[in-house]
Every structure is written in structure tokens, then in C-alpha cells.
């Protein structure tokens, strides 16, 4: 059994920080991508940013980039989203997954493996 365990989340003011952790655990998988998606109250799941592994290419949403930073590490697949300048509109549950078949990594229904998620309050 594969465990994605997100960290980090918090209750931040608009314009601050806040850095989430993905940590893996369990049964060894060998992504071909891992990445966040966001889903606030109401809205459809947003894809945040993702590194596909082979070539260490990582791509941002574009309501994120400029403002998000996402990092990983391939040997022990975990993830690190550092974000800056928060607005209250980034306010959600954010979930790290990962997938292992190549392609559409925008696409949350192509990722086999989730996290249970971590909630971000951005207050204005």
C-alpha cells in the first residue's frame, strides 16, 4: 500500500508564506510524475504544479505561477510547495498525488495515488 502524506497547511494572512510537504510512504512506486491539485468548497479540482521525475520538468498552474515554487526529491519521492504571496483565492485543500503511467500530468483523473489533503486558509 502506497501513503501520501501531505504537512504544512495552516491559517496564513494575504500576502504570507506557507510551505507544504508531501512525504511517501510504504510500498515503493517509481512515478513518472508526482504533483498538488487544490479544490476549494463548491469549486472543481484545480491542478496547482508537477515534476515529471525523468527529466526534473516542473510546470505551474497558471493561477500559481510566479507565485509557488514547488521542489522534490526522486529518491525518497517527496515533495516540497513552497508559497508566497497568498491570496485569499488560493484558500482550499491542497493534495499531493502521483502517477505512473507518462502523459496529461495537468489531469488530476490520470493520477492513481492521493493524499488525504491539507487545508489552506488564506484570510484577507
Known amino acids: 500500500q502506497v501513503q501520501l502524506v501531505e504537512s504544512g497547511g495552516g491559517v496564513v494572512q494575504a500576502g504570507g508564506s506557507l510551505r507544504l510537504r508531501c512525504a511517501t510512504s510504504?510500498?515503493?512506486?517509481?512515478?513518472?510524475?508526482m504533483g498538488w491539485f487544490r479544490q476549494a468548497p463548491g469549486m472543481e479540482r484545480e491542478f496547482v504544479a508537477a515534476?515529471?521525475?525523468?527529466?526534473?520538468?516542473?510546470i505551474y498552474g497558471e493561477s500559481v505561477k510566479g507565485r509557488f515554487t514547488m521542489s522534490g526529491d526522486n529518491a525518497t519521492n517527496t515533495l516540497v510547495l513552497q508559497m508566497n504571496s497568498l491570496k485569499p483565492e488560493d484558500t482550499a485543500v491542497y493534495y499531493c498525488?502521483?502517477?505512473?503511467?507518462?502523459?496529461?500530468?495537468?489531469?488530476?483523473?490520470?493520477?492513481?495515488?492521493w493524499g488525504r489533503g491539507t487545508q489552506v486558509t488564506v484570510s484577507s
Open positions: 510504504g510500498r515503493t512506486i517509481s512515478p513518472y510524475a
Open positions: 498525488a502521483a502517477k505512473r503511467s507518462r502523459g496529461f500530468i495537468r489531469l488530476g483523473t490520470m493520477y492513481m495515488y
Open positions: 515534476i515529471t521525475w525523468s527529466d526534473g520538468d516542473i
